[in-house]
């Protein structure tokens, strides 16, 4: 079958840097997406990584190693405001998107 | 308006009640989306209509049944649902389907059957 696995929750605190991995197994890949979903609202688009290597965007960053079925979103300067859930999406040999569940980021003062 | 619009934004119903889920995008987009949402698991696709023919029904329940008249809206219509049908519906447009580009999603409409 296929899935992506990333971590249910995590905590980190104001200011500091965190790193929210995924690894996937789909049949066959066509990009992975990075997307920020606050509470009661839409999922919103972060990034779109197709090639390996590390897209950098502002405060966010996001890796990919297709070799290994991996991925990273790295927030720093982390805001109040970052608390979120964000989800990992790739897009299968069928051009399906397949989700993770969500990694929900608490942020502490 | 502008992006991806869905009403109503809550919606409690009885089991055996009928009402009906509106998106609306406003982005030129050919391409809409049904989605699940539950709690701690990963968006289930329920739906997708390119150009507005229905091309993908991932074997959800005939008690959801989508409709889009046009490019820019879809309704998912719901009948005799259950409990575990609670969850929240989020509607997506892009470009068309199966392209590079990202989805856009709309606020979602957090459903509760009773």
């Known amino acids: 079958g296929q899935n992506i696995d990333q971590p249910t929750e995590m905590t980190a605190t104001e200011g500091a840097i965190v790193q929210i991995n995924c690894t996937y197994q789909?049949?066959?890949?066509?990009?992975l997406f990075w997307y920020q979903q606050h509470a009661g609202e839409a999922p919103t688009f972060l990034s779109y990584n197709v090639l390996d290597g590390l897209e950098e965007k502002g405060r966010f960053s996001s890796f990919l190693s297709r070799s290994k079925g991996y991925s990273y979103l790295l927030l720093k300067e982390l805001q109040m405001k970052d608390s979120a859930s964000y989800l990992c999406a790739v897009r299968n040999s069928n051009y399906q998107l397949i989700w993770g569940a969500g990694t929900k980021l608490i942020i502490k003062p | 308006e502008t992006g991806v619009t869905q009403t109503p934004r809550h919606l409690v119903m009885g089991m055996t009640n009928k009402k009906s889920l509106k998106c609306e995008q406003h982005l030129g987009h050919n391409a809409m989306y049904w989605y699940k949402q539950s709690a701690k698991k990963p968006l289930e696709l329920m739906f997708v209509?390119?150009?507005?023919?229905?091309?993908e029904n991932n074997s959800v329940p005939s008690r959801f049944s989508p409709e889009c008249p046009n490019s820019s809206h879809l309704f998912l219509h719901l009948h005799t649902l259950q409990p575990e049908d609670s969850a929240l519906y989020l509607c997506?447009?892009?470009?068309?389907?199966?392209?590079?580009?990202?989805?856009?999603f709309g606020p979602g409409t957090r459903l509760l059957v009773l």
């Open positions: 789909t049949s066959g890949f066509n990009g």
């Open positions: 997506a447009s892009s470009p068309r389907e199966g392209d590079q580009e990202t989805q856009y």
């Open positions: 209509y390119n150009f507005k023919e229905q091309t």
